[in-house]
């Protein structure tokens, strides 16, 4: 039983996805992702590799831990509640959100300054599928699928806080090695593919008593079966005398 509860997919595809952001940050350890290499760098042509790269690619082990509890956690709900779309969701928000960073000028907003910046990370990839989950609920406004929406503003609304520039809140002396440009691509680009697919998979049911026409002659049927067959149930029920025409004769002589 639990087999059938729980998709096979929701539980191997964030594994997959785990395990290559672990091996892309023990590539790094070794040395194989130096300087910039692997980053999107916005602009620059060199920075496209990034586009594919890059949310495997970790700063520490603090950076990639706290990427890695989001991705499996918001990947299982993606997978499990949103089977038919998950895939396409999931790597068309992977490259766009990526490509939207690339194509962002990397602008100081507090000098104006360009900067040559190297993003990596999987937060993009985050924000995504946070902003994804979110909405396609809200649109497809399922009960089922509106609690998946709760949930990830119960745990993850604090993300809304990450798509602004860190130096709007702190007094900086060097400029902030976090993306809100990721970030907000990401939430972007999760928003618009939720819209764009809101009317693929699970919507809202409608039950046979939001239809204020339904008329069931079967049903009718059995009704009128039952007070044949069990009149005493409706002994003490008050009833209308049946209307005698001969009673209403002087009146329709009248007209």
């Not at 038919?84 to 104006?112: E, Q, S």
């Not at 998946?148 to 809140?169: A, C, H, K, Q, T």
């Not at 049911?205 to 069931?216: A, D, L, R, T």
Request: charged share 15%; aromatic share 18%; hydrophobic share 50%.
């Amino acid at each position: 039983m639990f087999k059938n509860v729980i998709s096979k997919r929701a539980v191997l595809y964030p594994l997959l996805m785990l395990s290559a952001m672990w091996f892309g940050f023990f590539l790094q350890m070794q040395g194989f992702f130096g300087s910039c290499f692997g980053a999107i760098i916005p602009l620059v042509p060199e920075g496209l590799l990034g586009i594919i790269t890059s949310p495997l690619l970790h700063g520490n082990t603090e950076h990639i831990i706290g990427n890695s509890i989001p991705i499996a956690a918001l990947m299982f709900l993606l997978f499990q509640f949103y089977p038919l779309v998950a895939n396409k969701v999931f790597f068309i928000g992977w490259i766009a959100t990526g490509l939207l960073v690339w194509i962002l000028p990397p602008i100081d907003i507090m000098t104006g300054e360009y900067m040559y910046t190297c993003t990596i990370g999987a937060s993009g990839v985050v924000y995504v599928l946070a902003f994804f989950l979110f909405f396609s609920g809200v649109f497809k406004w399922n009960t089922k699928l509106l609690t998946i929406s709760l949930l990830v503003v119960l745990y993850y609304g604090s993300l809304v806080w990450g798509m602004l520039p860190e130096e709007l809140f702190y007094n900086m002396q060097e400029p902030s090695k976090i993306s809100w440009q990721a970030h907000l691509s990401g939430a972007v680009v999760g928003s618009i593919i939720a819209f764009a697919f809101k009317n693929i998979g699970e919507k809202k049911k409608k039950f046979i008593w939001e239809f204020p026409n339904y008329y069931s002659e079967k049903d009718d049927k059995l009704w009128q079966e039952y007070r044949e067959n069990h009149p005493e149930d409706f002994l003490e029920l008050p009833y209308k005398k049946r209307d005698d025409i001969w009673d209403h004769l002087d009146e329709l002589r009248k007209k």
